[in-house]
């Protein structure tokens, strides 16, 4: 399967900032998605970054607070804006693959954001 | 609401035991069905993807699926410490263009030498 990149691995924020998310995949992928994790819980979906068109997003998350990039098939952006301590959590950055394995997610190594 | 559900453990099991893990979902459409392992501080990583009913084979992981029943289980065999993780259920309902997934909340599992 491709590899996932993500940039910062890890970062301290003040409230009120922005903080940008790259995602980088080593291969074209099909799909791209962008999660939250919290500490000891399960994945909650913020939205599938779409190429050349705006992100869908799950109920609960908003363009504004999360706006979402990808230009191609390789790369999207997560930025979480005006962050307050709730943000504070673990981002991941998956992809789809394309023939035999097009269902399968694989996953970056996540962004562990602490807002202060 | 579409559900997946795991028991959220943990499950403690000795060191050359088979561990099962258990899974069920809501969704009577749903067509594919993965397990993925994480272990702390780390993302989640892919051990078994399936996608018709019986059973899948992948070295000591076995994964099962029962769609009638609307349940998916997978064994780890010969159990090592290293399997300590926790393992996400994840079910994807629709084959079209949006490819979600639902996850359950996972299982805790402690191997113990």
């Known amino acids: 399967s491709a590899v996932i990149s993500q940039k910062p691995s890890r970062d301290i924020c003040q409230r009120g900032t922005s903080l940008t998310i790259q995602c980088q995949v080593d291969?074209?992928?099909?799909?791209m998605f962008w999660y939250r994790q919290q500490p000891g819980q399960s994945l909650t979906l913020i939205a599938t970054?779409?190429?050349?068109?705006?992100?869908?997003?799950e109920s609960g998350f908003v363009i504004d607070k999360f706006p979402i990039s990808r230009p191609n098939l390789t790369f999207s952006t997560l930025t979480v804006s005006n962050m307050s301590p709730e943000d504070s959590s673990i981002y991941l950055c998956?992809?789809?693959?394309?023939?035999?394995?097009?269902?399968?997610?694989?996953f970056g190594p996540g962004t562990r954001l602490t807002v202060l | 609401q579409k559900e997946v559900e795991q028991n959220s453990g943990p499950l403690s099991v000795p060191e050359g035991a088979i561990a099962s893990l258990n899974c069920t979902y809501s969704?009577?459409?749903?067509?594919?069905f993965f397990w993925y392992r994480q272990y702390s501080g780390k993302s989640p990583e892919l051990i078994m993807s399936?996608?018709s009913n019986g059973d899948k084979e992948d070295g000591r992981f076995t994964a099962q699926l029962n769609k009638a029943s609307q349940y998916v289980s997978l064994l780890i065999r010969d159990s090592q410490p290293s399997d300590s993780a926790t393992y996400l259920c994840?079910?994807?309902?629709?084959?079209?263009?949006?490819?979600?997934?639902?996850w359950g909340l996972g299982t805790s599992l402690a191997v113990n030498p």
């Open positions: 970054a779409n190429q050349g068109s705006e992100a869908t997003y």
């Open positions: 994840a079910v994807m309902a629709d084959a079209g263009n949006n490819r979600k997934l639902i």
């Open positions: 399936i996608y």
């Open positions: 291969s074209q992928v099909t799909m």
């Open positions: 969704d009577r459409v749903s067509q594919s």
């Open positions: 998956s992809g789809t693959g394309a023939g035999g394995t097009w269902a399968e997610q694989f």
